[in-house]
């Protein structure tokens, strides 16, 4: 169960985190995978990780915020099974202190960059006769979290979109669904912490991870497992769905 043998899948924002974490998955369950990364070194380690366990990967270097250069790639690339739409950044900041650069920057990466990729993707998708669409939304378009405006607005965006794409490739045998995830241990955490709690990283850590109902923050592999079933064969029936992997977050929160 679960194997993508001879499938192509394309996963942006895979030299860390979240995104390695689905490409090595993706990998290791048989497709051919292709990372689409702005920092070419981490795009580099996660290929040659997934070399060490036997499958086959290319790293491409691509900023998704440009367009000509989404489409260029995956021209490149040809027919494609799979879109795991990874690549975001984040941001704190309430409304009124939330800058414009900083708002149009959270757009341009976290909204437009997910554009790009599905608009040069669909394309893709047709030549490989369908395929799956994976965006990664967040509990942020789904719950108020202090201080996260422009992320918490782009991940509303994010959730949208997928609904939109969803309805509107059914035809097409394109399946569009997005995974919400709470927080989940990262480098980008790590480095937070580290930056904004000097010295006393281990304790804000747990903290946070009290902060889940479940009592732990969630690891990247959780995470794959879930984009795995989403993007298999297994899941042909399922599209326009938003899953929250959160620990309880959402439901239990109160």
Do not use: W
Request: aromatic residues 8%.
């Amino acid at each position: 169960m679960f194997r993508l043998d001879k499938k192509t899948a394309v996963v942006t924002g895979a030299g860390s985190g979240i995104g390695k974490a689905i490409a090595i998955t993706f990998a290791k369950q048989g497709a051919l995978v292709h990372i689409l990364e702005l920092d070419a070194a981490k795009a580099a380690e996660t290929v040659a990780e997934i070399e060490a366990v036997g499958g086959k990967a290319f790293a491409h270097t691509c900023n998704v915020t440009s367009q000509p250069d989404v489409i260029g790639l995956f021209n490149a690339i040809g027919a494609v099974h799979i879109l795991a739409n990874i690549a975001g950044i984040a941001h704190i900041g309430k409304a009124d202190t939330t800058s414009e650069a900083d708002f149009d920057r959270l757009m341009q990466v976290n909204v437009k960059g997910v554009y790009n990729c599905i608009y040069a993707a669909i394309p893709a998708l047709r030549k490989a006769g369908g395929g799956s669409i994976i965006n990664m939304a967040s509990i942020a378009a789904h719950v108020g979290l202090p201080d996260r405006f422009a992320y918490s607005t782009a991940k509303g965006a994010v959730l949208a979109m997928t609904l939109s794409v969803a309805k509107d490739y059914l035809a097409e045998k394109i399946r569009c669904n997005s995974i919400s995830p709470a927080r989940v241990h990262t480098p980008f955490v790590d480095g937070f912490l580290k930056n904004n709690y000097p010295g006393k990283e281990q304790e804000m850590f747990e903290k946070l991870s009290r902060t889940q109902p479940i009592g732990r923050m969630g690891e990247p592999h959780e995470v794959a497992a879930l984009a795995l079933y989403l993007c298999s064969d297994e899941a042909s029936f399922i599209t326009g769905c938003d899953y929250a992997i959160d620990g309880g977050f959402i439901k239990l929160n109160n």
